[in-house]
């Protein structure tokens, strides 16, 4: 259910896996995502187990409209009214605040300064990556007294550079905004490695304290891929800060 979790300086950091749910197939088990086609009382479900195993509250868990784009929300609880913004990053200063993203391949963010206070989750694809998403949520982050030398960043399951193939002119176009994500598939075709390039960005921002699952999504069966199969769930990534009682 948790395949990945990590904690420092009160910061939590976890991404799931694909068990341990409810879904039937092919959202099989552990779905996420509700826009995806799975039966939305299976969803809420998964969610509620994926929280308990967190030990969080699933009503205290801040979920995305994702639209593969850089826009950054700052919350500091639940959405009002179940309206959900589209954006691809979200913020807060709220201890206790969980913070969630869902992918099946892009590249999922979690950032915290636990002495600012401050967490973000970011919705990294091909597309966000190149427009700037995780310098867009980093900046959210200074402008309430966060430090990039002090930003512990943690790199979910995504697929990797050696799968994700794409023509010659999408690599050079997103090589031309990230050149870090220029790459080569195992079989030797034009690729993009996104995760390659979100390390690249946080390294230029000044955060150092990165780590990466290095867990591609397409290559493991233990997580979703939309390359791999289209029609399937979803992986949540959630990052949170102990409340100052705890």
């Known amino acids: 259910m948790i395949g990945h979790r990590f904690a420092t300086n009160g910061a939590h950091f976890a991404f799931t896996d694909r068990w341990g749910g409810v879904s039937a197939v092919p959202y099989e088990e552990l779905n996420l995502g509700g826009a995806v086609g799975d039966d939305p009382e299976a969803v809420r479900t998964n969610r509620a187990r994926a929280a308990a195993a967190l030990g969080l509250d699933p009503a205290l868990v801040v979920w995305m ?11 500091d609880g639940p959405w009002d009214g179940g309206a959900v913004p589209a954006v691809d990053a979200v913020v ?16 999922p963010v979690l950032l915290a300064d636990p002495v600012a206070g ?12 190149t427009a700037g998403v ?14 990039p030398g002090r930003i512990t960043a943690r790199i979910g399951p995504a697929v990797c550079g050696r ?16 050149p870090a994500a220029r790459a080569e598939t195992s079989w030797g075709t034009p690729a993009v490695d996104v ?18 699952t290095g867990v591609c999504t397409l290559e493991s069966g233990d997580h979703y891929s939309y390359r791999r199969d289209r029609t399937t769930g979803r992986l949540a990534g959630y990052v949170w800060l102990d409340r100052e009682d705890a």
């Open 65 to 75: 409209n994702q639209v593969h784009g850089a826009g950054v929300a700052v919350v």
């Open 92 to 107: 807060t200063t709220r201890r206790g605040l969980a913070l969630a993203v869902l992918t099946a391949d892009c590249v």
């Open 118 to 129: 401050v967490a973000a989750a970011a919705h990294a694809g091909r597309p966000g990556m």
């Open 134 to 147: 995780v310098p867009a949520a980093v900046a959210a982050m200074a402008e309430r007294g966060a430090e």
């Open 163 to 178: 799968c994700y193939e794409v023509p010659e002119a999408m690599r050079a176009e997103v090589a031309a905004v990230e």
């Open 195 to 212: 995760a390659a390039g979100v390390r690249a960005q946080l390294a230029r921002l000044g955060v150092t304290d990165v780590e990466d």
